[in-house]
């Protein structure tokens, strides 16, 4: 039921007091809200990258070429990043909780249908199916966040729950190829499919998108909330003013997305083809490398928050771990292309792949940054950078590894986009906040 007496008329107090950090958190319904986050960042992730540690014997099974792969891979990225926009824009319109429903009950039926493909056909529609299913979790995921995380706890938030992507990411390899060892390939994405049921039903029966609506909530956490936040504004779009300021983060979102799409769908198939090894051995080394990026968000997330309550400073804390995050990711991707050693490979990988990560809380906190007001929206502009790199990466990727016979090529290609994305984000501007909606749009 509504709790209309909750409309506390101090300003919000900052979360995180000199009582300690864990006091955002803890007896806080924002920390159940922010655990069934972290749960569906975890499945999406398992559900979308395990396909990569079935590859091997899904082409084998329905007898594909790597380039068809590559396209079958991408196939996922195409409804993905078209509906970054328009599914953030929905979650700004109609709120997370029906939007997130939804589109689980889409990716749970389209993870069960990839189990059921009979060829390249098949295969690329249950994709297709996939990405539009959650091509607008992240964005609504980030309204979600907006609406119940206050301001010194957003990057945080973003970081944890990427991380739990990126478990999902270590973790699917091992599970897969459990499954795969006992049953078969199709039996991985059949379970999946019903993890993902269960996530969308426990969603819709616990979230509320206001706060003072939670039958849980209190007046001590209602006060730690902005006045945005407690009334849930939901005004029209300004998308003149919007786009300038999120453009930039898009495209350094496009730089980030190239390599992690390279490790989410073809670090296996290095592994496994590049030193010939088998099932259980290139599991076990995309898991160990894929790790680092669970500490990589978790670490971008913290020092990116703690960077802005020492410094007050939004480009000191947002510009400056993007930039480091992207050079230091290009500078350990730089061996692996002159040396031809396991060890050596695996580590500078969970290396690069660590600095990547700390920038991911940091891209997915601009947008609330700009415009808290707009944030599922400004998170799909921003998103579709990602996305637009999924339809590309791994078709060009796999294109490269079959034309020069080689993971050199593939790999320089993608540390030059590193590069150019840790030089591009010196341009973004993340204290380039909207200016506030004007009052008859707030109650329109």
Request: charged share 15%.
């Amino acid at each position: 039921m509504p709790h209309p007496t909750r409309t506390p008329t101090a300003g919000a107090r900052p979360a995180t007091t000199n009582t300690g950090f864990l006091r955002a958190y803890r007896r806080r319904v924002r920390g159940g809200i922010l655990l069934l986050l972290c749960g569906m960042y975890f499945i999406t992730y398992m559900d979308r990258v395990n396909i990569s540690t079935a590859a091997p014997f899904i082409r084998a099974d329905l007898h594909l070429s790597n380039t068809q792969l590559g396209l079958a891979l991408s196939a996922f990225s195409i409804p993905y990043a078209f509906f970054q926009i328009f599914g953030g824009m929905l979650a700004d319109r109609f709120g997370p909780r029906k939007l997130l429903f939804f589109v689980g009950l889409v990716w749970a039926v389209a993870t069960a249908f990839t189990g059921l493909s009979i060829g390249l056909a098949s295969l690329f529609a249950a994709r297709l199916a996939l990405g539009f299913g959650e091509g607008a979790a992240f964005p609504g995921a980030t309204q979600a966040m907006s609406r119940w995380l206050p301001a010194d706890q957003r990057g945080f938030g973003q970081g944890i729950t990427h991380a739990f992507a990126r478990l999902g990411n270590a973790v699917a390899p091992l599970v897969v190829a459990a499954v795969i060892a006992a049953f078969d390939w199709r039996v991985s994405f059949w379970l999946l499919g019903i993890v993902s049921l269960a996530w969308a039903i426990a969603w819709v029966l616990i979230y509320r998108d206001r706060p003072a609506d939670h039958p849980r909530i209190t007046e001590e956490e209602l006060g730690e909330l902005d006045a945005r936040q407690r009334a849930d504004q939901r005004p029209p779009v300004p998308w003149r003013q919007l786009l300038p300021r999120i453009l930039p983060v898009t495209f350094v979102d496009f730089t980030y997305g190239w390599m992690l799409w390279v490790y989410l769908t073809w670090i296996p198939s290095y592994f496994s083809e590049s030193f010939d090894l088998k099932l259980a051995k290139f599991a076990l080394f995309s898991t160990l490398v894929l790790l680092a990026g669970v500490i990589g968000d978790t670490f971008g997330g913290l020092i990116s928050d703690a960077l802005l309550r020492r410094t007050g400073s939004l480009r000191v804390a947002r510009r400056s771990v993007l930039v480091v995050g992207l050079l230091g990711s290009f500078f350990f991707i730089l061996p692996t292309l002159f040396v031809h050693q396991l060890a050596l490979a695996a580590v500078c990988l969970a290396l690069a792949f660590f600095f990547l990560e700390i920038t991911n809380p940091v891209l997915w906190s601009i947008p609330m940054d700009i415009a808290p007001d707009h944030a599922g929206t400004a998170g799909g502009v921003m998103n579709t950078g990602f996305g637009v790199a999924g339809i590309v990466s791994p078709a060009v990727f796999g294109l490269l590894v079959d034309r020069t016979g080689s993971w050199v090529v593939p790999f320089g290609v993608s540390a030059v986009l590193l590069l150019i994305g840790g030089l591009t984000a010196l341009r973004i501007k993340p204290d380039n906040k909207l200016p506030a909606p004007e009052p008859a749009a707030e109650a329109g």
